[in-house]
C-alpha cells in the first residue's frame, strides 16, 4: 500500500479479498476474454493508450476536484 494515498481504502482491499479476485480472473484468462469482448474495457484499452491514466493525469485531475494526498489516505477533504 502506498504511504500517501489520496483516499481511504477499502474493506476488500485490506483484507485482500480484491487482489485474490483478480489473481482468480487472471489464473482463468477470463481478463483477457473481456479486453476484446466488453465495450468499457476496450473504451479503457484506448484511454490507456492515450495517457488518460498516467500519474500525472491522475494527480492533475484529483487535484483539481480538491482532492489532495494525505498519509495513509486518512486526512482527506471532508464532506
Known amino acids: 500500500m502506498k ?3 489520496y483516499r481511504k481504502p477499502s474493506l476488500n482491499t485490506v483484507l485482500g479479498i480484491t487482489r485474490a479476485k483478480r489473481a482468480f480472473r ?5 481478463s483477457t476474454i473481456d479486453r476484446f469482448t466488453n465495450p468499457n ?3 479503457q484499452t484506448i484511454k490507456q493508450k492515450v495517457g488518460i491514466y ?4 491522475t494527480t ?5 476536484k480538491g482532492k489532495w494526498p494525505s ?3 486518512i486526512f482527506g477533504k471532508k464532506r
Do not use: Y
Not at 492533475?60 to 483539481?64: A, E, F, K, V
Open 26 to 30: 487472471k489464473a482463468t484468462g477470463l
Open 71 to 73: 498519509l495513509f489516505g
Open 3 to 5: 504511504l500517501f494515498r
Open 60 to 64: 492533475i485531475r484529483q487535484t483539481s
Open 41 to 43: 474495457r476496450i473504451k
Open 54 to 57: 498516467s500519474q500525472t493525469m
